[in-house]
């Protein structure tokens, strides 16, 4: 398709091509954090796409299909928080089954953290050759290997690889879901903040069905929940997007593809070379982590250092509902105090509220304070991907939000490891001084 005028960057001006002239436009090479795109000489072919104008339509049918698709994304995401709640009722529990210390049960991070990486860059490598749906179902079979795994109680060293498969699924579904939502010209910013906060009912609903199983014999039949969970949502992808890419499925709603670029750089190239792409991914990176470090280890704090009971795993439970009330209730306050300068004041109500859970011994004052840092720390996610399709070029956000959102899985696995680590040397008492610390971190990264 040829038209007059090519919208090459919509947010920071326009490059007009006309048809006698040749269409061809500087590389970018480097895309700063205030959206500006240092250009190099070299030289990029563009395929134009449809006018934007046309990008979203109105029919009923659109409609009826673009909300098919993203229910069935977040039904993905609910799977991901599900997985991520599951592990700090049942820890307690594998420690006793496997006898083993806070050390060698943090194994269990490792492993995840590897299949997140490892996922990561399959994601680069397969996306363009298999597509969006194909990747997306890819994933999902990979939680189900996954969870046949963990639900057979296999000696130690199998059970942990059942999280490295795990993690790859994890982070195909993540990379292309939030790519996916991140490419819609209709609500992204409220459907993104919406995607997560089902990311997070799931991580809310795991506990609370994981703290029953961990009180029994077969406590590893919680994971054959998880399985059918990951059963079905293989079988909603499959029905809903069909195995087809991510512009066919944009077009089943109306939305013309996106602007394609190409260049004598691979997509890989492209992506590494922005330097702030990487500025989010390590960012995404310490935020997961603290999430998860305190959805997976909060639990054994409040029983060693407080004294809880064996119902304490609802303290997780309260940590993850906060996380999705904040998701859906603060949005009107993101768009009110604007997504970059509301994040500092989220974090550092965070920081205020773990220090009183480190220096107040109330047990349920402590799981208040819980319940309430997961309202806080519900908005941080859905903003930073939203900040990335405003940040990024257009033609590499897919791939550009699939490696933050890949890389970032892994701090799910980075820090609970090193709470573990810490926790085998000076006791569980250390998990509020590092979780201050990475939160003060997190700051930082976002002001650079």
Not at 213 to 231: C, E, K, M, N, T
Not at 309 to 324: H, K, M, R, V
Request: contains cysteine.
């Amino acid at each position: 398709t040829t038209n007059a005028a090519v919208e090459a960057l919509p947010n920071t001006g326009s490059l007009s091509f006309h048809p006698k002239s040749p269409q061809t436009q500087p590389s970018a090479s480097a895309v700063g954090l205030d959206g500006n795109i240092e250009m190099k000489d070299r030289t990029v072919t563009t395929k134009t796409a449809a006018p934007s104008t046309a990008s979203v339509s109105n029919t009923n049918a659109h409609r009826v299909r673009a909300n098919i698709q993203f229910i069935s994304l977040c039904y993905s995401l609910f799977l991901a928080g599900w997985n991520d709640g599951t592990t700090g009722p049942l820890l307690p529990r594998i420690q006793e089954v496997y006898h083993v210390g806070f050390a060698i049960v943090s194994l269990i991070f490792v492993f995840a953290c590897v299949g997140f990486i490892s996922g990561a860059f399959l994601n680069f490598a397969i996306t363009d050759r298999l597509g969006f749906g194909k990747v997306m179902v890819l994933g999902s079979l990979f939680q189900t290997v996954a969870y046949c795994l963990e639900a057979s109680a296999l000696p130690f060293p199998g059970f942990v690889f059942g999280y490295a498969v795990n993690g790859v699924g994890m982070a195909l579904q993540d990379a292309q879901a939030n790519g996916f939502v991140a490419s819609l010209k209709d609500n992204a910013s409220a459907k993104m903040g919406m995607l997560h906060a089902a990311y997070g009912a799931g991580a809310l609903a795991s506990p609370l069905v994981a703290t029953q199983f961990a009180q029994i014999d077969r406590w590893s039949f919680h994971y054959l929940v998880s399985l059918g969970i990951a059963a079905t949502n293989t079988i909603a992808l499959i029905a809903t997007f069909g195995l087809k890419s991510q512009d066919e499925c944009l077009a089943q709603i109306g939305q013309a593809p996106q602007e394609q670029v190409t260049s004598q750089h691979s997509k890989f190239r492209q992506i590494f070379s922005l330097k702030a792409v990487h500025f989010l991914a390590f960012f995404i990176l310490v935020y997961v982590g603290v999430e998860v470090t305190i959805g997976g280890w909060i639990v054994t704090y409040i029983i060693d250092v407080r004294g809880g009971g064996p119902s304490s795993g609802y303290i997780s439970a309260g940590f993850f509902g906060g996380l999705t009330m904040g998701r859906v209730a603060l949005l009107w306050v993101n768009q009110k105090v604007g997504e970059r300068r509301v994040l500092y004041i989220y974090a550092a109500l965070a920081i205020g509220l773990e220090l009183i859970i480190w220096f107040v011994p109330s047990l349920i004052g402590d799981a208040v304070a819980v319940s309430v840092v997961g309202i806080l720390l519900g908005p941080i996610y859905p903003i930073v991907m939203n900040e990335s399709s405003k940040i990024l070029p257009h033609w590499l956000l897919t791939g550009s939000i699939g490696w933050i959102a890949g890389f970032g899985q892994a701090g799910s696995a980075v820090l609970p490891f090193m709470t573990g680590a810490l926790a085998s040397r000076v006791g569980i008492k250390s998990l509020q001084p590092l979780l201050v610390s990475m939160m003060s971190f997190m700051i930082a990264l976002w002001w650079l």
